[in-house]
């Protein structure tokens, strides 16, 4: 079966910009994950889903970002007014429960802020 | 709260020498263990796990021993080939009820040279 996708895999914005990011888990993972890759913070976690609820709303830096889960699938991760330091790659990634030991990777989406 | 500590890079050698990349955690409880590999141009994907303490987890010729006592959980390869030059994370999951989500080194990159 296809894995995570992501897209779009490249998003180039200018500074002030909205950007909307999705994720589209594996079939049946009920548990999502966002992380963020950038090269001063190495990987960080943003926000979990389980089903459409998100109960780990911790690593989100700042209420500038905000996502959603609908259908218990696809996740869409935004982040309004960009600023330069929103550069980074953004991970999703899912698994079967919340309990389950291995989350699967999606590719990506390298975001540029101007 | 929970961190993981990687040896710092990048490292380089020649193919056929062995590897041993580091990685000591802080946890509350008896966290699960992984590293993650990715390579040039790929998504993260899970190498090899270990869920409780004296486990050890292996894939693709990699080892690693989950040391309680010592609270680490070290990579090691007996022979590098050319095609493990990638990135390497450390990362734990502690499970608290209500979120797994990962927490991860800052990562190494490892360049096997012919």
């Known amino acids: 079966g296809a894995g995570v996708s992501q897209s779009p895999s490249n998003k180039v914005t200018e500074k002030g910009k909205d950007v909307e990011l999705r994720c589209d888990p594996i079939?049946?993972?009920?548990?999502l994950y966002w992380y963020r890759q950038s090269l001063g913070q190495g990987l960080e976690f943003l926000i979990y889903?389980?089903?459409?609820?998100?109960?780990?709303k911790s690593g989100l830096p700042s209420d500038r970002f905000s996502a959603e889960r609908t259908g218990g699938s696809v996740s869409t991760l935004t982040i309004q007014r960009t600023q330069q330091e929103d550069s980074a790659v953004y991970l999703c990634a899912s698994s079967w429960t919340s309990v389950s030991n291995e989350q699967f990777f999606g590719p990506g989406t390298r975001l540029t802020v101007l | 709260g929970d961190s993981v500590t990687q040896m710092e890079g990048p490292v380089t050698l020649s193919e056929e020498a062995f590897l041993t990349i580091n990685c000591t955690y802080t946890?509350?409880?008896?966290?699960?263990l992984f590293w993650y590999v990715q390579y040039p141009g790929e998504g993260l994907q899970l190498l090899l796990k270990?869920?409780?303490?004296?486990d050890k987890g292996s894939n693709k010729g990699f080892e690693a021993t989950y040391r309680k006592e010592t609270t680490s959980f070290h990579l090691e390869k007996g022979s590098v080939q050319v095609s493990d030059s990638a990135v390497y994370f450390c990362a734990l999951r502690a499970y608290t009820g209500a979120n797994s989500k990962l927490t991860f080194g800052k990562g190494i990159t490892l360049s096997v040279r012919p």
């Open positions: 946890a509350t409880g008896y966290p699960s």
């Open positions: 889903f389980q089903g459409n609820s998100a109960p780990d």
């Open positions: 079939s049946g993972h009920t548990a």
């Open positions: 270990a869920t409780k303490a004296d």
